[in-house]
Nanobody
Framework: QVQLVESGGGLVQAGGSLRLSCAAS????????VGWFRQAPGKEREFVAA????????YYADSVKGRFTIAKDSADNTVYLQMSSLKPEDTADYYC?????????????????WGQGTQVTVSS
């Protein structure tokens, strides 16, 4: 059974940094792509960043480009989202998800497995 567990969320002041982690287990993911999404209260879930399971082809939403970095640890089944220069508008629940293709996918419905989410709050 595939399981994704996010951690690392919390409360941070604007301009600060956080690193989110997503630990995956349950099968091999060599042909998968991992994505991070976020959902703010009253808003739809939106794409943040994605990377292939091998750690290549990173892609970012325009809203986070240059501030967030997605990375895959080659030693284990963990994907990270390093978030810097955080803004109050980055406040949301953040989710990692797996899509059964190495191709870039930006829509939540293209991702099959989801974690439970971790909350990020950025104060002004």
């Amino acid at each position: 059974q595939v399981q994704l567990v996010e951690s690392g969320g919390g409360l941070v002041q604007a301009g600060g940094s956080l690193r989110l982690s997503c630990a995956a287990s349950g099968r091999t993911f060599s042909n998968y792509r991992v994505g991070w999404f976020r959902q703010a209260p009253g808003k739809e879930r939106e794409f943040v960043a994605a990377i292939t399971w091998s750690g290549g082809s990173a892609y970012y939403a325009d809203s986070v480009k240059g501030r967030f970095t997605i990375a895959k640890d080659s030693a284990d089944n963990t994907v990270y989202l390093q978030m810097s220069s955080l803004k109050p508008e980055d406040t949301a629940d953040y989710y990692c998800a797996l899509s059964p293709t190495f191709r870039l996918r930006l829509r939540p419905q293209d991702y099959t497995y989801w974690g439970q989410g971790t909350q990020v709050t950025v104060s002004s």
